[in-house]
């Protein structure tokens, strides 16, 4: 069965880092773009960061210069690693293969003091 698994949400104080990281199945990994999303209450789900297969990365404007998407071949993982995190960072974070209906199940992210 083809999944998606994140892991690494928490609760952080502003100014912190989290690193999240999305383990995919089969061969998602080495056929599909990667992407991570957010949606905060109330609002509508957004891309963070994105970066193809071969490691051409874009991020919204929002967390350019903060955060860093990754990837690891031989993990099959995409990473999120999140720096000078803001109380505005809070939200849902999902693990998305772009271009395809494949969704992780999320995992929260709290900044707050």
């Known amino acids: 069965q083809v999944q998606l698994v994140e892991s690494g949400g928490g609760l952080v104080q502003p100014g912190g880092s989290l690193r999240l990281s999305c383990v995919a199945s089969?061969?998602?990994?080495?056929?599909?773009?990667m992407g991570w999303y957010r949606q905060a209450p109330g609002k509508q789900r957004e891309l963070v960061a994105a970066?193809?297969?071969?490691?051409?990365?874009n991020y919204s404007d929002s967390v350019k210069g903060r955060f860093t998407i990754s990837r690891d071949g031989r993990k099959n993982t995409v990473y999120l690693q999140m720096n000078s995190l803001k109380p505005e960072d809070t939200a849902a974070y999902y693990c998305?293969?772009?271009?395809?209906?494949?969704w992780g199940q999320g995992t929260l992210v709290t900044v707050s003091s």
């Open positions: 970066i193809t297969t071969r490691g051409i990365t």
């Open positions: 998305h293969a772009e271009n395809s209906e494949l």
């Open positions: 089969g061969r998602i990994f080495s056929l599909y773009a």
